[in-house]
T-cell receptor, first 114, second 111 residues
């Protein structure tokens, strides 16, 4: 299994809703990531988990709350989002190859906040 | 944060032609990676070049790295319509899991 699976593929939510994005990998990778990508822009790093512990938080607003229940799963809990949070949310996992981390990306969740 | 700029922002070529994309970055690096993204999909790792390498090949891909100019180029030879995608360079800050992407080049290969 060489896939990173993200659900749902599409999500529409209101500003008062609470929703969660899910990400799963069964490649035994030790690090998992959340990236946010606006249209025609590069992905921007949000969070990194290493060995199930949060190691990087790129000053992301608290309305985004990551969770890593175990080494295969990564969630992103969403609450009180703003329309400008509409974007493609990409999950990735990585393994060490030589001296660098090789990332494997999921297909993303396209989020629309109304 | 964004590590660097890529140019051109968009490139349209005929099938069979070569496509060249350039990436500039700001800080010292251990390696530079190139990724491809089909529209609205996840990114796929294409190739990595280490800071002590100047050129690397993989199939129809050729990557160069000039650390003195802090720049890299990706050449796709004999392009195909299926190569239509966005291409991003990426650098890793201090081996810290922090992979930062360039602004990207949108490539259109016309059949």
């Amino acid at each position: 299994d060489t896939e990173v699976t993200q659900t749902p593929k599409h999500l529409v939510m209101g500003m008062t809703n609470k929703k969660s994005l899910k990400c799963e990998q069964h490649m035994g990778h030790r690090a998992m990531y959340w990236y946010k990508q606006k249209a025609k822009k590069p992905p921007e790093l949000m969070f990194v988990y290493s060995y199930e512990k949060l190691s990087i938080n790129e000053s992301v607003p608290s309305r985004f709350s990551p969770e890593c229940p175990n080494s295969s799963l990564l969630n992103l809990h969403l609450h009180a989002l703003q329309p400008e949070d509409s974007a493609l949310y990409l999950c990735a996992s990585s393994r060490v190859e030589g001296r660098y981390e090789k990332l494997f990306f999921g297909s993303g969740t396209q989020l629309s906040v109304l | 944060s964004q590590q660097g700029e890529e140019d051109p922002q968009a490139l349209s070529i005929q099938e069979g032609e070569n496509a060249t994309m350039n990436c500039s970055y700001k800080t010292s690096i251990n390696n530079l990676q190139w990724y491809r993204q089909n529209s609205g999909r996840g990114l796929v790792h294409l190739i990595l070049i280490r800071s002590n390498e100047r050129e690397k090949h993989s199939g129809r891909l050729r990557v160069t790295l000039d650390t003195s100019k802090k720049s890299s180029s990706l050449l796709i030879t004999a392009s195909r319509a299926a190569d239509t995608a966005s291409y991003f360079c990426a650098t890793e800050e201090d081996s810290s899991y922090k992979l930062i992407f360039g602004s990207g080049t949108r490539l259109l290969v016309r059949p």
